[in-house]
Every structure is written in structure tokens, then in C-alpha cells.
């Protein structure tokens, strides 16, 4: 069983923040899957957009390394929606920048022993620029429920791709 996606809802009231977690399974049918675990054509909501997860971050609603982590897995996803909804977007400096340190503080919040983390971390690297580190990372996973990603990230290491591409699962 994978994980999915951690929603994060802002009630449209007081503007509290909920988290809330979810498991990919039920019925996938039509679902487009991208390299940084992001599902689209599924998703039930509307996000919270860059700005707000910034301060989502900068807010006390963050209580620990976990927390942290998944805010900032959600800004990374985020800003990758951005060339998933238009592919031939580029990013201004500003938000390069941003989307480059918010990778960097993300890498070391995640656990490489965990072979879903691992593959999170390959692709990290490779949006980095990183490619022979995302390939050593990949050489890590052994979970064979991870082996259509493990191909797409390695091909798009190979074509120095640095960018959010959709995995076809076999």
C-alpha cells in the first residue's frame, strides 16, 4: 500500500489550517501519476496556493519535523503542478530560487531507509540537477511495487531532465 497525499483545507470561517492524510487506492482508473507522487485527474479539492504554504510554514501551526515535511512536500508539488498544468511553463528567478531552497531544507527531512521516501529523494536530486546522486538513490530501492518510477526517473537522468514527469504504471 502507498501513501497519497497529504491534504492541507483552510476553513473558509476562522482560516484554520487541517491536515489530513490519505492512501492511494480505490479505483485509479484514469488517474495520471507524476515522479514527485503527485496523482492528478483524481484530486476532490482545491489547494492552498504557494504563498500560503509559505506561511503555513513561518506560522505556529508547525509543531514538528513531520509537519514540516509534509508542508513542504506540498509547496514542492506545488510549484510542479505549475509545469504538470502547462509544459511549457518556466519559472521566474524568484520562484526558482524559492522552489530550489524549499528542496533543500525537504532533503534531509526524509528517510532513505523508507523506499517511498527514497524514491521522493532520487527526485529531489534529479529536480537539483543531481542526476548521479538520484541514480545512486535509486539503486537503494528494492520495493518492486516502485520499478515503473525507478525506470522514469533513471531515463529522465539519463536526458538531464530536471523537471515533474507523469509515470505510466504497467
Same mark, same amino acid.
Given at each position: 500500500?502507498?501513501? =497519497? %497525499?497529504?491534504?492541507?483545507?483552510?476553513?473558509?470561517?476562522? =482560516?484554520?489550517?487541517?491536515? %489530513? %492524510?490519505?492512501?492511494?487506492?480505490? %479505483?485509479?482508473?484514469?488517474?495520471?501519476?507524476?515522479?514527485?507522487? !503527485?496523482?492528478?485527474?483524481?484530486?476532490?479539492?482545491?489547494?492552498?496556493?504557494?504563498?500560503?504554504?509559505?506561511?503555513?510554514?513561518?506560522?505556529?501551526?508547525?509543531?514538528? !519535523? +513531520?509537519?514540516?515535511?509534509?508542508?513542504?512536500?506540498?509547496?514542492?508539488?506545488?510549484?510542479?503542478?505549475?509545469?504538470?498544468?502547462?509544459?511549457?511553463? &518556466?519559472?521566474?528567478?524568484?520562484?526558482?530560487?524559492?522552489? /530550489?531552497?524549499?528542496?533543500? !531544507?525537504? /532533503?534531509?527531512?526524509?528517510?532513505?531507509?523508507?523506499?517511498? +521516501?527514497?524514491?521522493?529523494?532520487?527526485?529531489? &536530486?534529479?529536480?537539483?540537477?543531481?542526476?548521479?546522486?538520484?541514480?545512486?538513490?535509486?539503486?537503494?530501492?528494492?520495493?518492486?511495487?516502485?520499478?515503473?518510477?525507478? !525506470?522514469?526517473?533513471?531515463?529522465?537522468?539519463?536526458?538531464?531532465?530536471?523537471?515533474?514527469? +507523469?509515470?505510466?504504471?504497467?
Amino acid at each position: 500500500m502507498k501513501l =497519497g %497525499n497529504q491534504y492541507v483545507y483552510k476553513c473558509p470561517t476562522c =482560516g484554520n489550517l487541517l491536515y %489530513n %492524510n490519505s492512501l492511494m487506492s480505490g %479505483n485509479l482508473y484514469g488517474a495520471k501519476f507524476y515522479s514527485d507522487g !503527485k496523482m492528478k485527474d483524481a484530486e476532490p479539492v482545491e489547494f492552498l496556493d504557494v504563498d500560503d504554504l509559505f506561511r503555513v510554514l513561518d506560522s505556529n501551526l508547525i509543531e514538528n !519535523k +513531520q509537519d514540516e515535511k509534509s508542508v513542504r512536500i506540498r509547496i514542492w508539488r506545488t510549484f510542479n503542478d505549475r509545469m504538470r498544468d502547462n509544459p511549457s511553463y &518556466h519559472f521566474d528567478e524568484a520562484d526558482e530560487q524559492r522552489w /530550489i531552497s524549499n528542496i533543500k !531544507k525537504l /532533503i534531509p527531512l526524509l528517510n532513505s531507509s523508507n523506499d517511498g +521516501q527514497a524514491i521522493m529523494l532520487a527526485e529531489l &536530486h534529479r529536480n537539483l540537477s543531481e542526476f548521479e546522486r538520484c541514480a545512486e538513490i535509486l539503486d537503494t530501492v528494492t520495493d518492486e511495487d516502485y520499478s515503473d518510477d525507478i !525506470k522514469e526517473i533513471r531515463l529522465n537522468c539519463l536526458f538531464e531532465n530536471r523537471w515533474v514527469v +507523469q509515470i505510466v504504471y504497467s
